[in-house]
């Protein structure tokens, strides 16, 4: 079994920077890549970025380009979500998300991911 573990959400005003992180444990195998989802209220959930574990190749949804960050330490088995000039919209319950499978997927899709973490909030203020 894996385990996914949040940390950073918090409060911050706009103009600020969060980071979350995710760190991995529990079972040691090899896995292909990590996401960050996230789900305001009354909205369906949405896809923010990933990040493949071995090559480090990076995805990001539309909305957060140019403005978040995914990177990873391999090392400590941990994903993080380098959050600058946030925005209100960007006010949500953060989820990190682990796929095994190796090869060509959607990363967008959260189907595509068979662990989750259990979430975090980020509440961004004007």
């Known amino acids: 079994q894996v385990q996914l573990v949040e940390s950073g959400g918090g409060s911050v005003q706009t103009g600020g920077s969060l980071r979350l992180s995710c760190a991995a444990s529990?079972?040691?195998?090899?896995?292909?890549?990590m996401a960050w989802f996230r789900q305001a209220p009354g909205k369906e959930r949405e896809s923010v970025a990933a990040?493949?574990?071995?090559?480090?190749?990076?995805y990001y949804g539309d909305s957060v380009k140019g403005r978040f960050t995914i990177s990873r330490d391999n090392a400590k088995r941990t994903v993080y979500l380098q959050m600058n000039s946030p925005q209100p919209e960007d006010t949500a319950v953060y989820y990190c998300?682990?796929?095994?499978?190796?090869?060509?997927?959607?990363?967008?899709?959260?189907?595509?991911?068979?662990?989750w973490g259990q979430g975090t909030q980020v509440t961004v203020s004007s």
């Open positions: 529990g079972r040691t195998f090899s896995w292909y890549a």
């Open positions: 990040i493949t574990w071995s090559a480090g190749s990076t």
């Open positions: 998300a682990l796929r095994r499978i190796s090869g060509s997927y959607y990363w967008c899709r959260d189907s595509e991911y068979e662990y």
